[in-house]
């Protein structure tokens, strides 16, 4: 099968392959994103625009201490990068917890958009912050861990996985089956659903509204710094702009999966990134983007609780 | 005793907002990293800027605790500030006066900068903020995507003028029924869609629009622009040196603010017009249904209002005055690139917007003569430059003021979107008018 198609397409094969292996790296971080996204929509109903900055703060925060412990201490990659993703994990997640509580605490209460209103102000702010204190030009590292498994060969084109690619589905795959987890088996997880439920009866019957709101964007921060540094490993390069466009991605993502169902955005992630790889490969690279933003807008106006979510029944 | 207990209280506070700082600086602030002569990054240390942060954060939060802690917190005062009647006829006179005062006491030449960037740009934001106003502050409706009629706008323009030979006379109404038809279309497919997703959505449609000003090469030449499209002219009189032009007819010498005199008024008398349509609108039924759209669209389909009609022209209106300003911008500039037209842009307008207290009138407009007047004045005063070093770029910072003014807009007066029903102002420091809470 394999060789027949060799020889008659010019590896047309091999190239789908590639993307296939491609898209799937690509969305196992649009997954990660897209999860603080559904996480926050599904507990106090807000589109958090300015998750896509949180993530790319969590890049430029890996990348400081990779740098520093590397240049400084002198580590080696490996664990340098280990360490520097557990940082900004950390980090990351303070600067969300902060954020929780000075842009959007208050406005729980307050009208439909006032949250969104405010998160866009945060967005504009954290852009514009990480431009203003590292720089608005490109960061590169030098790549690391960019050995190969060959799985094809002798065709017109090398099918490769490298071992970032194994790194980044696998920590992906993990944190995802230990996030599942915490939501379905652990106390945070039941207030969690119960605050998604009913904030109000959660309170009554003794949940901490507040703490739990907290702990979410705590977590959705830490999964965002574990995709804001596997970003900085696949793609080797960040910039203060870059928060916006994989931000905008992840949560179309998060719709298309139905908003509010982490499984759904994982799928969603996935999807989107295929998606783009393969819309990228076949059809046009210039227009790659224009194929998410599409696939956004379709989703939200045809089916805006996706695949896997439930229907949004608006009381009176 | 209560004294000391108060200040060990407030101390413990501002320990704790220290640590919060010094994690949230860490590395961000305390470092930069910047490319060496090898092209790979170093690590700049930057710890006294890092310490005078931490230093801040301490004292600020130490004041706070000590003269505001313990005491419940005073209810943030509703006063109504309206604003006198003497003053809409008075800014009116200043903004007609305006150019000719500035040509008079600097010159034609020194006044080039006084009557462009801070008369024709701030005015063209000041429409771009009244026509945002119609969709945001009065039907309620969050488009992120305005940014993309004021494209259409400038691209129509640009395109049809070298194409069709037409004036500018003729071709700022077209611009404005496309850019207009535009916010028709992507109205349509969004009109069952709630708030917040609707913004997304328009969010979505406006970077497909820039992506293709990008790259379709063919028609937009992409990143590189439109450019050498017909400029304006004085009824049929080009702003040329030489005995054909406009100079030699009025009998001046020639100068090249003539023009932007002329964009100037064009760009007054349109923004006038755009706020005297909305005045005007807003005691028509269609005005009125906006309002009871943007207060509850349950409540207005439940008492037979067509809101799809309702949205529609909300929509098609704001991206009319959009389209206007697109065509103005391209005049002032003589160039458009997508670069122009980004997401930034169009959260700037938004800005605008939300600061003037949407629904104000006035309060859109100190809003856009703030945010926009004030980055250009911030750029000339050269002692910034010399406390923040050569490279110091205030635009930079204007859209990191512009971020925290629009969160802290939300945080202190959330109801300044919706509520207000007669125009107000909004003022900073506090003394922000507006109704009390309905």
């Known amino acids: 099968m394999l060789a027949f198609r060799r020889g008659e397409s010019g590896g047309a094969m091999e190239v789908f392959l590639q993307q296939l292996i491609n898209g799937v790296t690509l969305g196992s971080i649009y997954g990660l994103i897209a999860i603080g996204y559904t996480m926050v929509y599904g507990i106090i109903g807000m589109v958090n625009f300015a998750h896509g900055d ?22 080696g990659a490996a664990p340098a990068f280990i360490v520097a993703m557990g940082a900004s994990m950390a980090l990351t997640a303070l600067w969300n917890y902060a954020i929780e509580r000075v842009a959007y605490r208050r406005l729980r209460g307050s009208f439909r958009l006032a949250p969104l209103i405010s998160a866009i102000g945060m967005s504009t702010f954290l852009a514009n912050f990480v431009t203003v204190t590292q720089g608005p030009n490109n960061k590169s590292i030098p790549p690391m861990w960019d050995q190969v498994i060959t799985l094809t060969s002798g065709g017109a084109y090398d099918v490769t996985l490298s071992y970032r690619q194994i790194l980044i589905v696998a920590v992906t795959g993990v944190l995802l089956a230990a996030f599942w987890f915490v939501v379905q088996k652990t106390p945070l997880g039941r207030a969690q659903r119960a605050c998604e439920q009913d904030a109000k009866m959660a309170a009554l019957l003794g949940v901490d509204v507040n703490r739990t709101v907290a702990l979410t964007f705590v977590i959705g921060a830490a999964l965002a710094a574990v995709a804001g540094s596997l970003y900085l490993l696949q793609y080797g390069v960040v910039k203060s702009t870059d928060g916006f466009v994989p931000g905008v991605k992840a949560f179309t993502a998060a719709v298309l999966g139905g908003i509010g169902s982490l499984p759904g955005a994982v799928l969603g992630g996935l999807l989107i990134g295929l998606i783009e790889t393969l819309w990228g490969q076949y059809f046009s690279s210039d227009y790659k983007d224009v194929a998410a933003f599409s696939v956004l807008a379709v989703t939200l106006i045809f089916m805006p609780s996706g695949l896997m979510g439930r229907p949004d029944v608006e009381k009176v | 005793m209560a004294r000391l207990e108060k200040i060990s209280s407030a101390l413990r506070e501002a320990a704790l907002a220290t640590l919060i700082v010094a994690g949230l600086g860490f590395p961000i602030i305390a470092y930069r990293a910047e490319p060496d002569f090898n092209n790979a990054l170093a690590l700049l240390g930057r710890w006294p800027l890092f310490f005078q942060f931490c230093l801040a954060a301490f004292a600020l939060r130490f004041a706070l605790a000590f003269w505001r802690g313990g005491a419940a917190k005073a209810p943030i005062r509703e006063r109504l500030w309206r604003s006198p009647r003497w003053l809409g006829p008075a800014a009116l006179i200043a903004l007609v006066v305006y150019p000719l005062a500035v040509v008079g006491l600097l010159g034609p030449q020194a006044a080039l900068k006084w ?96 992506i293709v000003l990008t790259n379709w090469d063919v028609v937009t030449h992409g990143e590189a622009g439109l450019f050498g499209f017909p400029g304006l002219n004085f009824f049929g009189l080009p702003f040329i040196p030489g005995p054909r032009g406009f100079a030699a007819h009025a009998g001046l010498p020639f100068a090249g603010v003539h023009k932007l005199i002329f964009l100037y008024y064009l760009v007054l008398i349109l923004a006038l017009a755009a706020n005297l349509v909305s005045l005007r609108l807003r005691r028509l039924p269609l005005g009125r249904a906006w309002e009871a759209l943007r207060e509850d669209e349950i409540a207005c389909r439940a008492l037979g209002l067509d809101t799809a009609n309702i949205k529609l022209t909300a929509f098609a209106l704001g991206a009319f005055f959009a389209g206007v300003a697109g065509c103005l911008f391209a005049l002032r500039q003589g160039f458009v690139s997508p670069s122009a037209f980004t997401f930034s842009e169009s959260a700037l307008i938004l800005a605008i917007v939300v600061l003037g207290g949407g629904g104000s009138q006035l309060g859109v407009a100190v809003a856009a003569v703030f945010l926009v007047g004030a980055s250009e004045a911030l750029r000339e005063i050269t002692f910034l430059k010399s406390v923040f070093g050569e490279g110091f770029d205030p635009a930079q910072y204007r859209m990191l003021l512009v971020g925290l003014a629009m969160v802290a807009m939300m945080n202190l007066r959330p109801r300044g979107l919706v509520s207000t029903r007669e125009p107000t102002i909004k003022l900073p420091a506090g003394k922000i008018a507006a109704e009390t809470a309905s």
């Open chain 2, 115 to 210: 009557v462009d960037t801070y008369g024709v740009q701030i005015l063209i934001y000041v429409l771009l903020g009244w026509g945002l106003n119609i969709t945001v502050g009065l039907a309620g409706l969050l488009d992120l995507g305005y940014a993309a009629f004021y494209a259409v706008g400038a691209y129509a323009y640009a395109l049809l003028a070298p194409a069709t030979g037409l004036g500018f006379w003729a071709l700022l109404p077209v611009c404005g029924l496309l850019a207009a038809f535009w916010g028709f279309c992507i109205g349509f497919p969004i009109l069952r869609l709630r708030g917040d997703y609707l913004a997304i959505v328009t969010l979505a449609f406006a970077e497909i629009v820039r």
């Open chain 1, 54 to 75: 949180v993530f790319m703060l969590s890049a430029f925060i890996a990348l400081l201490i990779l740098l520093l412990l590397t240049q400084m201490l002198g580590l």
